[in-house]
């Protein structure tokens, strides 16, 4: 697709062609590790677990009551059964049930042998050690069986998962405190350009404080990654090269922020091209478009524009994917819904365009979303006030208030 606002000379590539590109060039890390259950949250699971016992283990109760025999009902009538013990969580009741008794039974004790059925304590009168059961006393209820959530030796998570809390709470109810994870993918990530201040410095004139390596810290916040913030490269050719080299041979992802337009000081994709090499350098989308991605040796490179709007987008749009398929975990497509939009928006066709949204939801659940406002790639503060990307497509040539428009929360993120 053509640019018409920026004059590109060669067609831009898609964002779909981009990320094919991408799953074709990207193999999942080879390694795996063991890792305590406690420190596997968000790990990727590399070899299936199955479970050594039935969940539940005993067949137990499902509410606080008393556990009966169906046999002793009455045929729809009223009925009285003697209490013969009670049957505690952790403290099963240890006598036989004989016909024409119950035990007193709480929620997660083990069911006596003899009993099929519980009944809540509140349909039930007691008195002394009778219990009275009602007329539509139900059989068969309120019992959990053995194995009706997993069987002993069945998948109880087959690889490869990024492991939840839910996953953790699964594997210890089988008694699991170790998995076999893939190893942490290595990535170093660094910000280019003179005019960039580190934090904690007085700022002086022409230069800006560098916020993109601190977003790149957040945005790789995940315990499958090992990250490396390697600081700030100056736009000098020889430094960069000699820095890219040197990251590529310990690291499986570089990420570099800056740097990768046209300008007579955007050395990224010509370093990549001479040290590495390039497989594609220019989207179709915006922001985002001069990102170069490509090889040295066997690290991947994903060279970011500078403007940070642009970096979270590209991070989020293409590099996420490819990390997460790089790490061995499975890909997972980012939620997307239409939504009513309450403000025109302004858009020339030629590249997708990720603009910053503020949804809502009225009191019948239809969703609504209006502009964040300004939507310049250097305009981090809408961002930050901003729930949702609008995605419109390449060909959409603008918006009125009141069409319906595609809307990506940043909270179904990936
Ligand atoms: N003649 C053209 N100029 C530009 C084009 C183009 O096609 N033709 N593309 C524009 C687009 S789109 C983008 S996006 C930017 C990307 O430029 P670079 O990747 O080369 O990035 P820089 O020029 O180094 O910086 C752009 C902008 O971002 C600021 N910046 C850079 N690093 C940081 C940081 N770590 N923290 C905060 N801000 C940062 C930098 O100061 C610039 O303002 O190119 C357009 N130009
Ligand atoms: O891609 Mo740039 O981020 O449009 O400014």
Known sequence: MIDACSQESRPLLSIDDALGRIKTAVNPVNGTEKAALKNALGRVLAESVYSPVNIPHDRNAAMDGYAFASRDMADGQA???ALAGTSWAGRPFQGQLQAGQCVRIFTGAVVPEQADSVIMQEHVQ????TVHFPADTRALQNVRKIGEDVKQGECLIAQPKKLTAVDLGLLASAGIDEVTVKRQLKIAHFSTGDELTSLGRPLESGKIYDSN??????LLS???YSVVDLGVIPDNKQLLEDRFIEASLSY??????GGASVGEADYVKEIL?????????KIAIKPGKPLAFGKIGQCHFFGLPGNPVAVVVTFQQIVA??????SGAPSVKPLRFTATCTSALKKSPGRQEYQRGILSQDENGEF??????QQGSHILSSMSQSGCYIVLPEGCKGVQAGDRVTVEPFSLLI
């Open 79 to 81: 009925f009285t059964l």
């Open 126 to 129: 007691v008195q002394e050690q």
């Open 213 to 218: 390596r601190a977003m790149l810290g957040g």
């Open 222 to 224: 995940d315990p499958g």
């Open 252 to 257: 499986d992802v570089i990420i570099t922020t």
């Open 273 to 281: 091209q001479s040290c590495g090499e390039v497989n594609f350098w």
């Open 321 to 326: 994917p490819a990390l997460r398929q790089l």
């Open 368 to 373: 609504f979303v209006a502009s964040a406002g």
